[in-house]
T-cell receptor
Framework: GENVEQHPSTLSVQEGDSAVIKCTYSDSASNYFPWYKQELGKRPQLIIDIRSNVGEKKDQRIAVTLNKTAKHFSLHITETQPEDSAVYFCAASQGGSYIPTFGRGTSLIVHP | GAVVSQHPSWVICKSGTSVKIECRSLDFQATTMFWYRQFPKQSLMLMATSNEGSKATYEQGVEKDKFLINHASLTLSTLTVTSAHPEDSSFYIC????????????FGSGTRLTVV
């Protein structure tokens, strides 16, 4: 089955700095890679996703890159703000009815 | 986007009692729903896959007699924690997939269960 590794487990940055979270996956059949943000006590919310036919996708301050050859993908957050503080999960899936496999999560702390 | 509702959002129960958690897809039909458990500061642990009209598929190590799952309709799945113990205290989240592309994976609002 799929195995998703996520690093770092904790990331502490100053407001305005950039944050990068990295994930690797093992199953070459995976073709859909979503990222979720989970605030304390709340549900994970999809913030951005990427499919295997593109290498990069951007949405305002967040971007995701994908390297299919190396089987890794990353989340980039620029100009971080305190409200970006949350736990971020990456996931890999074959799409369709396949259940995503989640990484262990990264706790991002943005200090004002 | 897809909306998945979960109820209750939090519940406190006594040891030995049973608790039922509901998961509803509000704007789409979900033949399959998923139940997760999440401990503080940890990732989402898939417990089981709930299939409408058939038995749920449980992940290894999850007691099916303790965590009863019923998916009686295309919009409702329930998780019943039977004979609850303090170690069952956790955050339980359901999810469902909307659409064939798999990119409509949406989580319910979660239920904080505390067993005292």
């Amino acid at each position: 089955g799929e195995n998703v590794e996520q690093h770092p487990s904790t990331l502490s940055v100053q407001e305005g700095d950039s944050a990068v979270i990295k994930c690797t996956y093992s199953d070459s059949a995976s073709n859909y890679f979503p990222w979720y943000k989970q605030e304390l006590g709340k549900r994970p919310q999809l913030i951005i996703d990427i499919r295997s036919n593109v290498g990069e996708k951007k949405d305002q301050r967040i971007a995701v890159t994908l390297n299919k050859t190396a089987k890794h993908f990353s989340l980039h957050i620029t100009e971080t703000q305190p409200e970006d503080s949350a736990v971020y999960f990456c996931a890999a899936s074959q799409g369709g009815s396949y259940i995503p496999t989640f990484g262990r999560g990264t706790s991002l702390i943005v200090h004002p | 986007g897809a909306v998945v509702s979960q109820h209750p959002s939090w519940v406190i129960c006594k040891s030995g009692t049973s608790v039922k958690i509901e998961c509803r897809s509000l704007d789409f039909q979900a033949t399959t729903m998923f139940w997760y458990r999440q401990f503080p500061k940890q990732s989402l642990m898939l417990m089981a896959t709930s299939n409408e009209g058939s038995k749920a598929t449980y992940e290894q190590g999850v007691e099916k007699d303790k965590f009863l799952i019923n998916h009686a309709s295309l919009t409702l799945s329930t998780l019943t924690v039977t004979s609850a113990h303090p170690e069952d205290s956790s955050f339980y989240i359901c999810s469902a997939i909307k659409g064939a592309a798999g990119d409509g994976y949406t989580f319910g609002s979660g239920t904080r269960l505390t067993v005292v």
